[in-house]
Each structure stands twice: as C-alpha cells, then as structure tokens.
C-alpha cells in the first residue's frame, strides 16, 4: 500500500464549478498535510499546508484534514482556466521528508 | 515566497555522458536541500537528501555512485548523473528547506520550496 493515495484524474470541469481533489494516507503518525500546484514542466509550489485535523481557508481554496478517516481534501471554489494544473498532495514524515501523491490533473474549461 | 533555482533547465546528451544539474536558494541558506525526479504523469520521487558539509543520504533504491550529489555551500547544492543512459531521462526537481522561512514551521518541518525543475534526456 502507497503511503500516500491519489486518484490521477483526469478531471475536467467547467468554468465556476466547485473542484474536490482528494487523498487518503496510511499512517496516523502524520501531523502537517500539503497541497502543491503543479503547472507542466514546472516545479511544485505550495498551495497550502495543514496541521492535524481541521480545515483552513485561503481566497477561493479550502483545505481539509480528517484524520480519524486519514482523508485530506482541497476544495476550488469559482474554478478558472488558470486553475489548470496538477495538485499533489503531500504529507510529512517525521523526519521531514515530503511524501507525494501521484497527483491530479485538473483541467478547467472556459 | 524563496526563491529555488535550477541550472540547465534542459539538457540533451549522449548515452555514457555525465550531466550536472545545478540547484541553488536565491534569498535564503539552505543547510538541507533534496532532490527528486518525477516520471511522466507520476508523483516525485525523493531520491536523496543533501546536507551542507557532509554525505547526502539516499532513498532505497537510488545509486549513491550513479546520482553523485554535493551540497559545498549553504546555497548551493548539485547532482551529477554519471554514466547515463536512456533510462535515465526524467524531470530533476531540488528543493530547498528554509529552516527560517516564515511559514510557523520549524526544523525537519521548516517549508520547502522547490526550484522550476531540469528535464534530462538522455539519446
């Protein structure tokens, strides 16, 4: 079993729709959990990090961590051509060592 | 945010050949930086991390011998694929941790920030 799961998509939506990318992760240990957009042939960036359980906000973009169910969400809300992209999930383990999901690729038409 | 960057971007060369890959943090010391390589339409794949002053460590798997890595300054590490061969060709992506970045994280925790990547293709 991968340590992190990601469904690759892909997935296209239209211009304002609502966007839910997911991830599962198989060790409870985990505490910091990432979103990292990935234009192509570009490197990562990060989008958002998470601490534990609970949600956080960011203009359009919402990240969710519940970890009784080891399940981490990214919400795009008003999705936008430049939205377009592939979002990797990622978790930290205790060394600090970043563990990716295979990432998914969004395409959001106009 | 910091600022990673990566030198070549791209580079084309022959089989047998050996290929540094330049990895550099702009405004910030990085005392660790790693570096990955990410498949078409696959995750990164962390090959092996490069603290300054002292041997890189290496995932499982990955040839210390093949993939020499040295990290002589704090904003400066680079990996050199010796020998390579077509199944070499792949996307090298560094990143840099900044251990006082101002994320609210600190330590092993400290946020990484990634340079734009160098695709090696290997004939």
């Known amino acids: 079993q991968k340590e992190v799961e990601q469904d690759p998509g892909p997935l296209s939506v239209p211009e304002g729709a609502i966007v839910s990318l997911n991830c599962t992760y198989s060790n409870s240990a985990f505490q910091y959990f990432m979103w990292y957009r990935q234009y192509s042939r570009k490197g990562p960036e990060l989008l958002m990090y998470t601490y534990s359980s609970g949600n956080k906000e960011d203009g359009r973009f919402t990240a969710q961590v519940d970890k009784s169910s080891k399940y981490i969400s990214l919400f795009i809300r008003d999705s936008q051509p430049s939205d377009s992209a592939t979002y990797l999930c990622?978790?930290?383990?205790?060394?600090?060592?970043?563990?990716f999901g295979q990432g998914t690729t969004l395409q959001v038409k106009p | 945010g910091a600022v990673v960057s990566q030198h070549p971007s791209r580079v084309i060369c022959k089989s047998g050949t050996s290929v540094k890959i330049e990895c550099r943090s702009l405004d910030f010391q990085a005392t660790t930086m790693f570096w990955y390589r990410q498949f078409p339409k696959k995750s990164l794949m962390l090959m092996a991390t490069s603290n300054e002053g002292s041997k890189a460590t290496y995932e499982q798997g990955v040839e210390k011998d093949k993939f020499l890595i040295n990290h002589a300054s704090l904003t400066l590490s680079t990996l050199t694929v010796t020998s390579a061969h077509p199944e070499d060709s792949s996307f090298y992506i560094c990143?840099?941790?900044?251990?006082?970045?101002?994320?609210?994280?600190?330590?092993?925790?400290?946020?990484?920030?990634f340079g734009p990547g160098t695709r090696l293709t290997v004939l």
């Open positions: 990622a978790t930290s383990s205790n060394t600090g060592k970043l563990i």
């Open positions: 990143s840099a941790r900044d251990p006082w970045g101002t994320s609210g994280r600190g330590g092993v925790f400290a946020e990484q920030f």
